[in-house]
C-alpha cells in the first residue's frame, strides 16, 4: 500500500525500479529476513547492513510503523501538494484494486482504509509519548487479512 499510496502522490515520492510481483515481493522479504539473521549471528560482515537497507528501501519494508519515515513521506508530499488519500478515506479506499474491495467488503475495506490512514496520523507533530503509545495499541489489535492482488494498484 505504501507503493501504490506513492504512486498515487507521484514527483519524486514515486518508488524508484519497477513494480514488484508479489511472488518477487515475498523472495525480497525472505531475502531480507535471512540476511537480518545472518548479522546478527554474526555470520556476515557489518556492510550486510546496507544490502539489507537496500532491500528495506526497495519493499517499503517497514514504512507505516515507522514514524520518522512516514513523517519525511508526509514532507514531501505536502512540497508536492498533498493527495486526497492522505486525509480522506473514500480516496484512500481507491487504491485498492476493484477485486480487493470486493474480496474485502466494504466493513473490512474501511477497516484497512483506517488503518492506514492511522499511520499516517502517526507522524502528525505533537504527538506525546503516551499518545503514540495509545495509536500504536489501536493499530495492533487489528489483524488485517489478506487482500492484495498486486502491489501497484494500475488504472
Known sequence: MADRLRRAVGGRLVPRGPVLTLALYARKRLERQELAQALVQKRIPLAGLREIDR????MSFGFWHNPSEVAAFLR?????G?????ERTDAFLRLLTPSERLRLGEARALTVANYYLTCLRLAA?????????RTFARLDA????????????VE
Open 82 to 86: 498533498g493527495h486526497p488519500a492522505l
Open 142 to 153: 487489528v489483524h488485517l487479512p489478506m487482500f492484495v492482488d498486486a502491489l501497484a494498484h
Open 55 to 58: 532491500l528495506t528501501d526497495e
Open 76 to 80: 514531501g508530499a505536502a512540497r508536492m
Open 125 to 133: 507533530p505533537g504527538l506525546d509519548a503516551g499518545t503514540l503509545e
